[in-house]
């Protein structure tokens, strides 16, 4: 599955495998990598001459076999002016000086300074986050290794020498907790729907007790006696039965109100009876990046013993098209009460998460309710793959996610809600119709949402152009990126923690 890859904390002076350095501008090195390349004579300013390499971000120098040092190859890192990095620029850095190293290599040891000098622990784990999130690939089913990407060692030691390597050790610990539940989402999402269908998932879900996290997985049965019509009702076409899995971490004072996350969990969307076209389709094993995030997030709070109490609620289903398939036209009861007129089956994420909103808020009262969700194709006409879609009801929590965003690289932009679009899923038969017509087709699906959180302080996530298929980067060649793992863990860690 993701390839192993082990980062370890070693001395400035000791250093194994291919060397990576990093330099700013006109060659600008650290003090310990300039000791490293004086070694080298002449070698690496006539080499750097000769590639035209002068140390830009993005760049890179490759020296085989360099003069006068042990080791079998050296790369140089280019990383720009040389000004403080943010943490988001040290994981990028980190992935960044991961694509460097040759396919071949199973050993090699990055020199953790930049231009101006020694990283500190921290930062230092930020560039192990960042290179391990970049050697992942999802190569399970692949029983044949054509290019050098696949042909990497199925093992790769990757050596951080750094000033203080016990403290950067103890500060990968809680980077490892989070790099795990990234690739945890990451893998989720990326497994085919005939592998991963609701029963299945509750199952790795419930894996996460070993942490420490409280699992229950409801049943049909159970969702049925709990009145979830609209769930069990996109479910009921599928010869896989539904799951609704409550999981929760409690670090965090006893009895203080919980922080909760909601997943969609659509581990295939076919469309239902409004089946959807062939092209794509394939695609839409990944209608459950948002239930995905869930897991990662509480593998994450639960690996690094986060002092908070956190709920994590993911509505699993499949949405196929049979004989005993919801139609277009059915009304459904949800568990608040409300009914719902089905004008589309393919408008089902919204379905599940009425019903698992509500279940969450009015049996744990959280402080704040965040969901996410592979929503609507029109977030990506909105917005790209860049930014996911945010919705709330509450400017602070708002602010808090946006700025999260910004510092960890997984961004968010606020969209509006409001009753002009909420009068467009106004219904002739029943209390709302689940589609709202072309026009801002991702606002009128929160706002269907919305009227299944009450007062409590809400945000809403459409990571439909996130969660799967995103534009590749420094951190990140998945299909399934695992995208709000570490936008959540960082909101938790900011705001939420004791
Ligand atoms: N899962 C899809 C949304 C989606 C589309 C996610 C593309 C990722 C990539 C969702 O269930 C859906 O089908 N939405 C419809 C809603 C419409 C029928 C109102 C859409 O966006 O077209
Ligand atoms: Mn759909
Ligand atoms: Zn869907």
């Not at 930049?114 to 399970?140: N, S």
């Not at 969450?360 to 977030?379: D, E, S, Y």
């Not at 946006?402 to 219904?427: F, H, N, Q």
């Amino acid at each position: 599955m993701a390839a192993a890859l082990k980062p370890g904390f070693v001395p400035f002076t000791s250093w194994h495998g291919v060397l990576i350095l990093f330099c700013g501008e006109n060659l600008k090195f650290g003090p310990a990598s300039r000791r490293i390349v004086s070694r080298m004579g002449e070698t690496l300013r006539r080499a750097a001459a000769a590639d035209r390499f002068t140390g830009k971000s993005g760049s890179s120098l490759d020296v085989i076999a360099p003069a006068g040092l042990e080791v079998p190859r050296l790369v140089v890192v280019g990383t720009g002016k040389d000004t403080a990095p943010s943490s988001r620029d040290l994981v990028k850095l980190g992935g960044a000086a991961m694509a460097k190293l040759p396919g071949a290599a199973a050993v090699a040891t990055i020199v953790a300074e930049l231009g101006f000098g020694a990283l500190k622990p921290d930062q230092v784990a930020e560039l192990a986050l960042g290179a391990r999130l970049r050697a992942y690939t999802f190569d399970l089913y692949k029983t044949k290794r054509k290019n050098d990407e696949e042909q990497r060692p199925k093992k790769i030691e990757l050596n951080f020498a750094c000033a203080n390597p016990a403290s950067a050790e103890k500060s990968w610990t809680r980077r490892a907790a989070l790099a795990d539940g990234v690739v945890l989402a990451r893998d989720l999402v990326n497994e085919p729907g005939n592998v991963l269908y609701p029963g299945e998932f509750a199952r790795r879900a419930s894996a996460l007790s070993k942490l420490g996290v409280v699992v229950e997985v409801l049943d049909t049965a159970a969702m049925r006696k709990l009145g979830m019509g609209a769930l069990l009702g996109v479910g009921q076409g599928s010869a896989h039965e539904a799951r609704l899995v409550v999981m929760r971490w409690n670090g965090g004072k006893r009895g203080a109100d919980p922080v909760a996350f909601i997943g969609k969990g659509v581990c295939f969307d076919s469309g239902g009876i409004s089946i959807k076209p062939a092209q794509n389709m394939e695609d839409m094993k990944g209608d459950m990046a948002g239930a995905a995030c869930v897991v990662g997030l509480m593998h994450t709070l639960a690996a690094r013993k986060a002092k908070v109490n956190a709920v994590g609620a993911i509505g699993l289903v499949e949405n196929m098209p049979d004989g005993k398939a919801q139609r277009p036209g059915d009304i459904v009861k949800t568990m608040s009460g409300q009914t719902i007129e089905i004008i589309n089956t393919d408008a089902e994420g919204r379905l599940v998460l009425a019903d698992v909103l509500h279940y969450v808020n009015k049996r744990f009262k959280p402080k704040i309710m965040i969901n996410l969700a592979t929503l609507t194709g029109a977030i990506i006409v909105a917005l790209g793959q860049e930014y996911a879609g945010l919705f709330s009801n509450d400017d602070k929590l708002a602010e808090r996610l946006t700025k999260a965003g910004e510092a960890t690289g997984e961004r968010v932009w606020r969209m509006p809600l409001g009753t002009e679009y909420d009068k467009m899923i106004d219904s002739k038969f029943a209390d709302m119709k689940n589609t709202g017509g072309r026009w801002g087709g991702a606002i009128t699906a929160a706002q269907l949402l919305q009227r299944f959180v009450d007062k409590t302080p809400w945000a809403h996530l459409d990571i439909a152009g996130t969660g799967m298929g995103s534009p590749q980067s420094d951190i990140n060649r998945s299909w399934g990126s695992g995208w709000g793992v570490r936008l959540l863990q960082r909101l938790v860690e900011d705001h939420y923690e004791r």
